[in-house]
């Protein structure tokens, strides 16, 4: 008997850490923590992405907004796990995030998804919504109503809201808690 298919567990294993890591910090890419990027911004510690990821429940073929796409690591993770048939959209408030994702990203060759410029004082792509997956990498002091209307039906937002991980659900809005975690601010 084989092994069930673990997709979270593959696209960590085809996407390695240390290929969205400045020179710098690329000897460090095993280390279970964040690590600094640039702007004062981290690419978070793999644990964390692994259970979001697993609580996102990304599925071959959706269309996944990747909020704080950073340093393109998530957004990559996120286009494997859609496929070529998928679109990943990331979006990033630092412009040398975006040039420095962007060429990380485009180094795995997984033209389906792109970073790009968020709009500032917009959260998330509201005028590319609807999304079945958002994934935000940032946290915010309260849920943003927003992100909540880019879903579709039938769709699946994970973000930190003040220290606790949620899992929001529509249709309804049905948000369920699953633990405590630490992020830089969503701007």
């Not at 950073?70 to 859609?82: E, F, M, N």
């Not at 809005?173 to 601010?185: L, N």
């Amino acid at each position: 008997m084989s092994d069930p298919v673990d997709p979270v567990g593959e696209a960590f294993a085809a996407t390695p850490r240390r290929a969205f890591l400045p020179r710098g910090v690329r000897r460090r890419a095993t280390y279970d923590g964040p690590l600094a990027i640039a702007a004062g911004q981290t690419n978070s510690q793999p644990r964390t992405v692994d259970d979001m990821l697993r609580l996102l429940d990304v599925r071959r073929g959706q269309r996944v907004l990747d909020v704080g796409a950073g340093s393109g690591w998530t957004t990559a993770l996120l286009a494997h796990l859609v496929g070529p048939e998928g679109v990943v959209v990331g979006v990033e408030l630092e412009p040398t995030l975006v040039t420095f994702g962007s060429g990380n990203l485009a180094a795995v060759d997984r033209p389906w998804a792109s970073i790009r410029l968020a709009t500032p004082g917009v959260v998330g792509d509201p005028d590319g919504a609807p999304y079945d997956r958002v994934l935000v990498s940032a946290m915010p002091d309260a849920l943003p109503s927003t992100l909540v209307d880019q879903l579709a039906d039938d769709g699946v937002l994970v973000i930190p809201v003040a220290g606790t991980m949620l899992r929001v659900t529509q249709p309804g809005a049905v948000v369920t808690e699953h633990g405590r975690y630490r992020f830089v601010p969503l701007r």
